[in-house]
């Protein structure tokens, strides 16, 4: 080891942040238990102790693999006791040193420190007093051009001879990052020390040296400007003398604070302060004045970056969706989806939904508790009978009166740029010359386009992907399709009569009872007569009529109350007519007799299901086949088809092979005003024809839905749901399906499934056998 080392045992002290060179002398707190526990072996000893850095800072409890290897060995001149069990401890450097071993790590480092002291030179060799001089010359240097350090200090230090103590006292007043102060520790050797403070020291003045030309430039800067602001007030001042103050000058300024004090992107700030520029230079009664101001304080309005903070609790969220709505499973299960996912992802773009149903479901009202649920802001807009593409992308500034669209309209007042938006009746929008608005909202509904969206006016990118979309529509047929394939489509179908009594007792009646104030019991109203409400004076998917009905009833309470001071009105399924008047529909058709050629049908409409009677009747002629009824054209090729089904199958149901030659076949569908198209009514064209050629009574409690192929296959059809809720609302007790359509079943409730006796069927054999009363015999000829 030679004359300049030897081995000590000592205790070990490690710092946070600090490193201490030998020839140096300072004072440090000392706070952790085993750094105390250090320093009082020390002074039992012969007061040495070994200082030595660790790799983070941060850690509390370092381990032996967190502390650096080279220290210095130090000697501890005072203690200190301070409040709350710290210790001021004033130490000077003796030597570097670098640990060996560690002894033990509790309850204080102690280990074995080889102490490395610089060896005694009587003459410095001619590299380091080359070495040392640079290294004074550069100290020179960064004295004069830091303001951290005194010009005295500069004197002490050259007078210093030792290479290795002259390089240690350069670091300690120096050296600011940690990682420095270690690398000139490590050091062992004089020269390589020397080496590698010199190039430190040289990066430390280019720093010093590129501070000072910042803080000069930042000095003009705020000259400049100081000096602007005083000509400017000068100005101002002299304006004012002499009666020629412009207005624009102050409004410039209070615009130019409104700006930057909004939270504004980069390139909107960039773009709206070149508009105050132009603004600052035109005379305050100027048009285009008047058009830049509007544009700025649309820009300063806007929630650029404001938004609201999502409620992500889902069981909240759900008791909200609950306390609003009954029903409407698979509505409040996305919703609850959509907040488990963001509550995992956290950066969850809007989804974009479309709620298609019957009118008077509930679609609007539950965009409204949606936004409740997640906390955001709501805003509505209605799509109907919009032709105008500018309705949506907004006006060009070049026209007169130009304005944003309603897109960016809705979310200034919002006020938030993610908040729930719904675009009201989707289906109904319309085109003209002015463009087309169901394209310019291709844009706006896809989350991949809509972070940047661009308003005509603004001429700005606005960020969408946030804001939660929701659409509603009564049917998809007329949505265009790109626009479609943006949405997720959620189908709400009609109430059952279950689902509407509840709706109606948690919601409907208390409502009109406190609109025409009257008191909660102040109307007694059983189930039953709820239901006969709701069978003889409303037909609907949704709940509308039935909310009139029970206004009605409660106006006519109301003047009871205010006429006769009754305290309560009992309502009752006898006492119903004198409130509501001769009920408005039967559904009793069960009970009738069963009839030849009329057939009953299922068909779904976009205001939910409806039964549809088919009546057909021969009549003498040359084999032509009468439909009337405004059918449609897909309804005219499916009795085309039911025809020439029975004309392929004549013999086997006891027809003449010819019969077609003789008779014309009129096939009729009552209420003709209504269009009625589709091709579920197949087999019930099919079976209304059979009936009428055979004469075979088709039974009344019936209904049938389906497509029929020319060789007698059933094919599957659409709105099974509302079609079944239909039937069961008409008092038909067997419904017949196509056999494809089993999987549907799941989407009907059980208690309407279990009034309903619901028959799937592959082939026309199986639907004549559940649907006439007998089956007719093979013809005799056969």
């Given at each position: 080891?030679?004359?300049?080392?030897?081995?000590?045992?000592?205790?070990?002290?490690?710092?946070?942040?600090?490193?201490?060179?030998?020839?140096?002398?300072?004072?440090?707190?000392?706070?952790?238990?085993?750094?105390?526990?250090?320093?009082?072996?020390?002074?039992?000893?012969?007061?040495?102790?070994?200082?030595?850095?660790?790799?983070?800072?941060?850690?509390?409890?370092?381990?032996?693999?967190?502390?650096?290897?080279?220290?210095?060995?130090?000697?501890?001149?005072?203690?200190?006791?301070?409040?709350?069990?710290?210790?001021?401890?004033?130490?000077?450097?003796?030597?570097?040193?670098?640990?060996?071993?560690?002894?033990?790590?509790?309850?204080?480092?102690?280990?074995?420190?080889?102490?490395?002291?610089?060896p005694?030179?009587?003459?410095v060799?001619l590299?380091?007093?080359?070495?040392?001089?640079?290294?004074?010359?550069?100290?020179?240097?960064?004295?004069?051009?830091?303001?951290?350090?005194?010009?005295?200090?500069?004197?002490?230090?050259?007078?210093?001879?030792?290479?290795?103590?002259?390089?240690?006292?350069?670091?300690?007043?120096?050296?600011?990052?940690?990682?420095?102060?270690?690398?000139?520790?490590?050091?062992?050797?004089?020269?390589?020390?020397?080496?590698?403070?010199?190039?430190?020291?040289?990066?430390?003045?280019?720093?010093?040296?590129?501070e000072?030309?910042?803080?000069?430039?930042?000095?003009?800067?705020?000259?400049?400007?100081?000096?602007?602001?005083?000509?400017?007030?000068?100005?101002?001042?002299?304006?004012?003398?002499?009666?020629?103050?412009?207005?624009?000058?102050?409004?410039?300024?209070?615009?130019?604070?409104?700006?930057?004090?909004?939270?504004?992107?980069?390139?909107?700030?960039?773009?709206?302060?070149?508009?105050?520029?132009?603004?600052?230079?035109?005379?305050?009664?100027?048009?285009?004045?008047?058009?830049?101001?509007?544009?700025?304080?649309?820009?300063?309005?806007l929630?650029?970056?404001d938004?609201?903070?999502?409620?992500?609790?889902?069981?909240?969220?759900?008791?909200?969706?609950?306390?609003?709505?009954?029903?409407?499973?698979?509505?409040?299960?996305?919703?609850?989806?959509?907040?488990?996912?963001?509550?995992?992802?956290?950066?969850?773009?809007?989804?974009?939904?479309?709620?298609?149903?019957?009118?008077?479901?509930?679609?609007?009202?539950?965009?409204?508790?949606?936004?409740?649920?997640?906390?955001?802001?709501?805003?509505?807009?209605?799509?109907?009978?919009?032709?105008?593409?500018?309705?949506?992308?907004?006006?060009r500034?070049?026209?007169?009166?130009?304005?944003?669209g309603?897109?960016?309209?809705?979310?200034?007042?919002?006020?938030?740029?993610n908040?729930?938006?719904?675009?009201?009746?989707?289906?109904?929008?319309?085109?003209?010359?002015?463009?087309?608005?169901?394209?310019?909202l291709?844009?706006?509904?896809?989350?991949?386009?809509?972070?940047?969206?661009?308003?005509?006016?603004l001429?700005?990118?606005?960020?969408?992907?946030?804001?939660?979309?929701?659409?509603?529509?009564?049917?998809?047929?007329?949505?265009?399709?790109?626009?479609?394939?943006?949405?997720?489509?959620?189908?709400?179908?009609?109430?059952?009569?279950?689902?509407?009594?509840?709706?109606?007792?948690?919601?409907?009646?208390p409502?009109?009872?406190?609109?025409?104030?009257?008191?909660?019991?102040?109307?007694?109203?059983?189930d039953?007569?709820?239901?006969?409400?709701?069978?003889?004076?409303?037909?609907?998917?949704?709940?509308?009529?039935?909310?009139?009905?029970?206004?009605?009833?409660?106006?006519?309470?109301?003047?009871?109350?205010?006429?006769?001071?009754?305290?309560?009105?009992?309502?009752?399924?006898?006492?119903?007519?004198?409130?509501?008047?001769?009920?408005?529909?039967?559904?009793?058709?069960?009970?009738e007799?069963?009839?030849?050629?009329?057939?009953?049908?299922?068909?779904?409409?976009?205001?939910?299901?409806?039964?549809?009677?088919?009546?057909?009747?021969?009549?003498?002629?040359?084999?032509?086949?009468?439909?009337?009824?405004?059918?449609?054209?897909?309804?005219?090729?499916?009795?085309?088809?039911?025809?020439?089904?029975?004309?392929?199958?004549?013999?086997?149901?006891?027809?003449?092979?010819?019969?077609?030659?003789t008779?014309?076949?009129?096939?009729?569908?009552?209420?003709?005003?209504?269009?009625?198209?589709?091709?579920?009514?197949?087999?019930?064209?099919?079976?209304?024809?059979?009936?009428?050629?055979?004469?075979?009574?088709?039974?009344?409690?019936?209904?049938?839905?389906?497509?029929?192929?020319?060789?007698?296959?059933?094919?599957?059809?659409?709105?099974?749901?509302?079609?079944?809720?239909?039937?069961?609302?008409?008092?038909?007790?067997?419904?017949?399906?196509?056999?494809?359509n089993?999987?549907?079943?799941?989407?009907?409730?059980?208690?309407?499934?279990?009034?309903?006796?619901?028959?799937?069927?592959?082939?026309?054999?199986?639907?004549?056998?559940?649907?006439?009363?007998?089956?007719?015999?093979?013809?005799?000829?056969?």
């Amino acid at each position: 080891m030679g004359d300049n080392t030897d081995i000590k045992i000592l205790p070990v002290l490690t710092l946070r942040g600090l490193a201490v060179f030998p020839y140096m002398v300072l004072h440090f707190d000392v706070g952790r238990e085993k750094s105390i526990a250090a320093i009082e072996q020390a002074m039992v000893g012969n007061q040495e102790i070994f200082l030595v850095a660790q790799n983070d800072p941060k850690a509390d409890e370092p381990h032996i693999e967190d502390i650096h290897e080279v220290g210095t060995i130090a000697k501890i001149k005072q203690i200190l006791k301070l409040p709350g069990n710290n210790i001021r401890v004033l130490v000077e450097g003796l030597s570097r040193g670098r640990m060996l071993e560690y002894i033990k790590e509790d309850p204080y480092f102690e280990g074995k420190v080889e102490a490395c002291r610089d060896p005694e030179m009587e003459k410095v060799n001619l590299e380091q007093e080359g070495l040392m001089r640079s290294l004074l010359d550069l100290f020179d240097d960064y004295v004069k051009i830091s303001s951290r350090l005194a010009p005295e200090t500069l004197v002490s230090v050259s007078t210093v001879n030792d290479p290795g103590q002259l390089s240690d006292i350069i670091a300690a007043n120096v050296l600011v990052k940690m990682e420095d102060k270690q690398d000139i520790l490590d050091a062992i050797d004089i020269t390589d020390r020397l080496e590698r403070l010199y190039d430190i020291l040289s990066r430390e003045i280019e720093i010093s040296r590129i501070e000072r030309r910042i803080a000069g430039r930042v000095k003009k800067q705020i000259d400049k400007v100081q000096r602007e602001y005083y000509l400017r007030e000068q100005l101002k001042a002299i304006q004012k003398e002499l009666g020629e103050y412009d207005s624009t000058v102050g409004e410039v300024e209070e615009y130019k604070s409104n700006l930057e004090s909004a939270n504004l992107p980069k390139e909107v700030k960039e773009k709206a302060f070149k508009e105050l520029e132009k603004l600052s230079r035109m005379p305050s009664a100027s048009a285009e004045g008047t058009v830049v101001r509007n544009y700025l304080d649309w820009i300063i309005d806007l929630p650029w970056n404001d938004e609201t903070v999502d409620n992500t609790d889902m069981k909240i969220a759900a008791k909200v969706l609950d306390e609003d709505h009954y029903g409407l499973y698979k509505v409040k299960e996305r919703i609850l989806e959509y907040l488990a996912v963001k509550n995992l992802t956290k950066t969850m773009k809007g989804p974009i939904l479309c709620f298609v149903g019957p009118p008077g479901v509930g679609k609007t009202s539950i965009a409204k508790s949606i936004a409740r649920a997640l906390n955001r802001k709501f805003v509505r807009m209605s799509l109907g009978g919009v032709r105008d593409e500018a309705e949506i992308r907004g006006h060009r500034r070049t026209y007169v009166g130009a304005i944003p669209g309603r897109i960016i309209s809705s979310i200034k007042t919002a006020g938030s740029k993610n908040p729930l938006f719904l675009l009201d009746e989707i289906d109904k929008i319309g085109s003209d010359f002015r463009g087309d608005p169901a394209s310019a909202l291709l844009e706006v509904l896809d989350a991949e386009q809509n972070y940047a969206f661009r308003d005509h006016y603004l001429e700005l990118p606005f960020d969408l992907s946030k804001v939660m979309f929701l659409t509603t529509a009564n049917t998809l047929d007329t949505i265009p399709r790109p626009l479609l394939d943006r949405m997720e489509i959620i189908r709400i179908p009609g109430y059952t009569e279950d689902e509407k009594l509840n709706i109606a007792k948690q919601y409907l009646i208390p409502k009109q009872l406190k609109e025409h104030g009257l008191p909660e019991d102040g109307i007694m109203m059983s189930d039953n007569t709820i239901r006969d409400i709701i069978n003889y004076y409303t037909r609907e998917a949704g709940v509308r009529e039935l909310e009139r009905q029970i206004a009605a009833v409660c106006r006519k309470a109301a003047r009871r109350v205010a006429e006769m001071g009754t305290k309560r009105v009992r309502i009752t399924s006898s006492n119903l007519r004198k409130y509501l008047g001769i009920p408005i529909y039967s559904y009793d058709r069960a009970d009738e007799e069963d009839e030849v050629g009329v057939a009953t049908g299922m068909a779904w409409t976009p205001v939910g299901g409806d039964t549809l009677f088919i009546e057909a009747t021969p009549v003498p002629g040359t084999g032509k086949l009468v439909l009337t009824g405004h059918l449609g054209d897909v309804m005219k090729e499916s009795a085309q088809a039911a025809f020439t089904y029975i004309r392929s199958k004549a013999k086997e149901f006891g027809l003449e092979p010819n019969f077609h030659e003789t008779i014309d076949m009129h096939v009729h569908v009552p209420e003709g005003a209504i269009p009625k198209d589709g091709p579920s009514a197949g087999i019930t064209l099919t079976t209304a024809m059979l009936s009428a050629l055979t004469e075979i009574p088709i039974r009344r409690d019936v209904a049938m839905t389906g497509e029929i192929t020319l060789r007698g296959r059933v094919l599957p059809i659409g709105g099974l749901k509302e079609k079944t809720l239909a039937a069961h609302r008409a008092g038909i007790s067997t419904v017949i399906i196509p056999h494809e359509n089993i999987k549907d079943l799941e989407d009907i409730p059980d208690n309407i499934k279990n009034k309903l006796d619901i028959v799937a069927v592959k082939n026309m054999d199986e639907v004549l056998k559940l649907a006439l009363v007998e089956m007719p015999e093979k013809s005799k000829n056969e």
